[in-house]
C-alpha cells in the first residue's frame, strides 16, 4: 500500500493530506532536497504550487515571475 503521509505535502508528484498514503521509493538511502519530503518535480507543478515551495524553502519570488523564473530560483537555492 507504501507509506503514510505524516505531513501534508507533495507526494509522487500529488498533494497528500496527512494520513493518505503514497507508493513512493521506501528506502533510507535517498537523499531529499526539501527538507525530508519527497522530491518536489518542479516542472509539473503549477505556478502557485512552486510558490508554495519557494515559500517552504526560503526562497522569494515576486508574483510577476514565470514559472520558468520560480524553478530557476528553486533549483539554485
Known amino acids: 500500500m507504501g ?3 505524516t505531513k501534508a505535502g507533495f507526494y509522487d508528484g500529488k498533494f497528500r ?8 521509493p521506501q528506502s533510507d538511502d535517498i537523499v531529499m532536497e ?3 519530503e519527497q522530491p518536489a518535480d518542479l516542472d ?12 517552504k524553502r ?4 515576486k508574483a510577476s515571475d514565470t514559472k520558468a523564473d520560480i ?3 528553486l533549483e539554485s537555492k
Do not use: R
Not at 17 to 24: D, P
Not at 58 to 61: A, K, M, N, R
Open 71 to 73: 524553478i530557476k530560483s
Open 17 to 24: 493530506k496527512a494520513g493518505q498514503f503514497h507508493s513512493g
Open 34 to 36: 526539501n527538507g525530508g
Open 44 to 55: 509539473k507543478m503549477t505556478k502557485d504550487e512552486l510558490v508554495a515551495e519557494a515559500g
Open 3 to 5: 507509506e503514510m503521509v
Open 58 to 61: 526560503g526562497v522569494e519570488v
